[in-house]
């Protein structure tokens, strides 16, 4: 009897696009949860209107200007209750969280949540968020030795996962981590061998290490979420 692979879902993946990369001060003006499961995926999508203005950079990157955003987008605590509802419930159901680059999205969004009076995943919970499956960290983990960069396009590259569309849209980036999260499964069998439990628990560890490791003289040095060696937020 052929056995389905947990890569196969259920899985909920998670992707932000937004006004920069200091999770501290930036906002969250898109956002998109995939569920996939078995012979289904699910996609749903947020454009929200951030309440500041969208550094041009910003803009050349994922397209989604301030007017358009003020034109369209729905109000940031609307869109941040509905996004937690539903990553909540599905921790609740044994549902793993899948981020490409984790420890960004997740402390984004706690820190939108609390900038706009609203309970953290954590305090929904009633515990920490896990599992969590990010695949920039498990490639770091079973192939540390790989020079070259480690962005979701190269890793797609890499392991030719094929057809994922223009990338730096939130749905897209998501469909593209989750079939990443499938190809190392296959490239790594021992990886796709392990639970998501195990797993996230191994990304932890290996996280940590990456960190300590890294040259403190490093141009430029390694800033933002995860800096501390914490993961997955």
């Keep these: 009897m052929t056995t389905t692979p947990w890569t196969a879902g259920p899985l909920l993946g998670l992707d932000t696009e937004t006004t920069g990369v200091d999770v501290d001060v930036d906002r969250i003006v898109t956002a998109a949860l995939v569920l996939r499961e078995p012979g289904s995926t699910h996609v749903r999508t947020w454009l929200l209107d951030p309440g500041v203005e969208i550094p041009t950079e910003a803009t050349a990157i994922h397209g989604v200007t301030t007017a358009h955003a003020v034109a369209h987008g729905v109000a940031p605590a609307t869109a941040l209750e509905e996004i937690a509802t539903l990553l909540v419930d599905a921790q609740r159901d044994g549902v793993p969280i899948v981020a490409y680059n984790a420890a960004f999205d997740l402390s984004l969004l706690d820190a939108e949540l609390v900038r706009h009076g609203l309970p953290t995943l954590a305090a929904r919970l009633g515990r920490p968020v896990r599992p969590v499956l990010d695949p920039l960290v498990l490639d770091r983990a079973w192939d540390p030795a790989r020079e070259g960069k480690r962005r979701l396009v190269d890793l797609c590259a890499r392991y030719e996962v094929l057809d994922v569309g223009p990338l730096h849209t939130a749905d897209a980036d998501v469909l593209a981590t989750l079939d990443l999260l499938d190809a190392l499964g296959r490239a790594f069998p021992d990886l796709g061998a392990?639970?998501?439990?195990?797993?996230?628990?191994?990304?932890?560890?290996?996280?940590?290490?990456?960190?300590d490791a890294l040259d403190p003289e490093r141009e430029p040095p390694y800033v933002g979420a995860g800096a501390d060696g914490r993961w997955p937020s």
């Design 194 to 211: 392990l639970g998501p439990d195990a797993l996230h628990d191994l990304q932890v560890a290996a996280h940590r290490r990456w960190v």
